[in-house]
């Protein structure tokens, strides 16, 4: 990617703090908001993009674990995964998180030969709803200015509060903005503020631009959306949630499953998660549960993601016996792992005997609450075959499902 533009550009990404407000038990870049953590998203925003050649993460010292187990997991491109540098440690202070970074960027990670970039974004991690358009209007300001910010003008009116908490006095807003990022540099420069700044004792800066004005450097401001607000507290996290459900856009796949059981001398059989006393039992490597295993089939079919037999193999002496409510969560967790949800499931039943229809209440409820689902979403029904063919002649049960389940687009 890089030499493709004529100015090589990073993104210098802080998430180096330990800002818990958010509630939960990690810092609030760790936590997960739609199908992955804040921190990922926010990389994504701008590992996508072809101008950015080099992503600089920089991490509290301890967090190596949780932030390498994200990044795993997300789904980036080799193109996208190969722009994101070793993270960097941070400092006590924002300031000294950044400016650690910049050095990482500065120098060549172990073995790759890196050349600086000609111009840095430095963003924080906790803001990833930041839009293309907003960090290419910075990446455009730099072309005029040596900085240049994403900033919001202020449409509330401000108040300053005397000791005892009453107004004041009005204050004039015009004219005043409210600082996000990313906030972009020249490299050159911003790294020099940085250094001067260190060097002279002062540490508490609270953005870059406030060291740049403070190196007398010249910072455009570039107008921001409030949708790239950054995430404090619980009810950002839960706001961030609801827009992302928004506009994610979910598609409704279909899966069918099929499944057949012969019966053995017994006195039950489980059908949909009910024990049902009978003249016979069903014959399985499981508890042949025949309406769970269509259904689980069923969902994922609608995954694209094998059947039951491909992910518990009845070579396998584990699933002996299984309860098979344990091959249908699994079939939910996978849904659940894509990010989407199941929208609804039918199971059709076909024998001769036992009579289903008085336990259809209890087998409704049964998969409901194995999958979670509002049993106003679980159809379950049942049909003879007129005395035609293996269920007519009473020598097992078959079951038909089907699925459909809502994922990402
Ligand atoms: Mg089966």
Not at 31 to 55: N, Q, W
Not at 342 to 350: E, K, P, R, Y
Request: aromatic share 6%.
């Amino acid at each position: 990617m890089q030499g493709a533009y004529a100015v090589s550009i990073a993104v210098l990404i802080v998430a180096a703090g330990r800002g818990t407000r958010a509630g939960g038990d990690v810092p609030k870049q760790y936590a997960r908001i739609g199908d992955g953590p804040v921190y990922c998203r926010t990389i994504a925003a701008f590992a996508v993009l072809e101008e950015i050649s080099a992503v600089q993460v920089v991490i509290r010292d301890g967090d190596d674990g949780i932030y390498w187990q994200g990044l795993l997991e997300a789904e980036f491109t080799p193109a996208q995964r190969e722009k994101i540098r070793i993270p960097a440690i941070g400092g006590d202070t924002r300031q000294s998180s950044v400016f650690k970074g910049l050095l990482a960027l500065a120098s060549d990670p172990p073995g790759t030969p890196c050349p600086k970039p000609d111009l840095v974004l430095i963003h924080d991690a906790a803001r990833p709803f930041v839009s293309a358009e907003t960090i290419r209007a910075v990446i455009a300001a730099l072309g005029t200015s040596p900085g240049a910010i994403a900033a919001v003008p202020l449409a509330d009116t401000l108040k300053m509060a005397s000791d005892r908490r009453t107004i004041a006095r009005t204050v004039d807003r015009a004219g005043l903005w409210r600082a996000q990022t990313p906030q972009g540099f020249r490299f050159d420069d911003i790294f020099a503020a940085h250094g001067r700044a260190a060097a002279a004792g002062l540490k508490d800066f609270t953005d870059d631009s406030a060291v740049a004005e403070w190196a007398g450097l010249d910072v455009a401001l570039v107008a921001d959306t409030p949708d790239n607000s950054k995430i404090t507290t619980a009810s950002d996290l839960a706001d961030a949630e609801r827009r992302l459900a928004m506009t994610t856009t979910m598609e409704p796949r279909t899966g069918t499953g099929f499944d057949v059981h012969r019966f053995a001398p017994g006195d039950s059989v489980w059908l949909c998660g009910v024990e049902i006393p009978h003249e016979a039992r069903l014959d399985g490597h499981s508890d042949a549960d025949v309406g769970l295993h269509a259904l689980t089939d069923a969902i994922l079919g609608a995954l694209g993601d094998g059947d039951i037999g491909q992910h518990f193999p009845p070579s396998d002496m584990r699933w002996k016996g299984a309860a098979s409510h344990v091959f249908l969560a699994d079939a939910a967790r996978r849904v659940a792992e894509r990010g989407g949800r199941i929208s609804n499931v039918d199971v059709t039943l076909l024998c001769e005997a036992p009579k289903i229809s008085p336990h259809r209440d209890a087998m409704r409820a049964a998969i409901a609450e194995i999958l979670k689902l509002d049993v106003a979403r679980v159809g379950v029904k049942a049909t003879t075959t007129e005395g035609l063919g293996f269920t007519g002649r009473r020598e097992g049960i078959a079951a038909m499902a089907s699925a459909t389940v809502m994922l990402p687009a």
